[in-house]
């Protein structure tokens, strides 16, 4: 997944909630992973697959720049 633009990312859907924040995990097509903080305001980052997180390419805080890598998911296989 690509930042949607440039800007602060910032971990979590929103201030306190919780997001995937560890390899190995299984996110849901559409779950909020964070947000990207400018100064126009904030745009989420959200799985658009049933995924499993595979690493972090950022940390929260991190500036990021639109297009930028944020995180590697890779397709949830279905059973």
């Known amino acids: 997944m690509v930042a949607p633009g440039g800007g602060t990312f910032r971990s ?19 779950a909020a992973l964070g947000r990207v903080v400018a100064r126009g305001g904030e745009r989420p980052v959200t799985a658009q697959f049933d995924a499993v997180l595979v690493e972090w390419l950022v940390e929260d805080g991190d500036p990021v720049s639109e297009g930028q890598p944020l995180v590697r998911l890779e397709p949830k296989e279905n059973p």
């Open 12 to 30: 979590g859907a929103e201030e306190g909630a919780a997001a995937a924040t560890s390899a190995g995990e299984i996110v849901s097509a559409g």
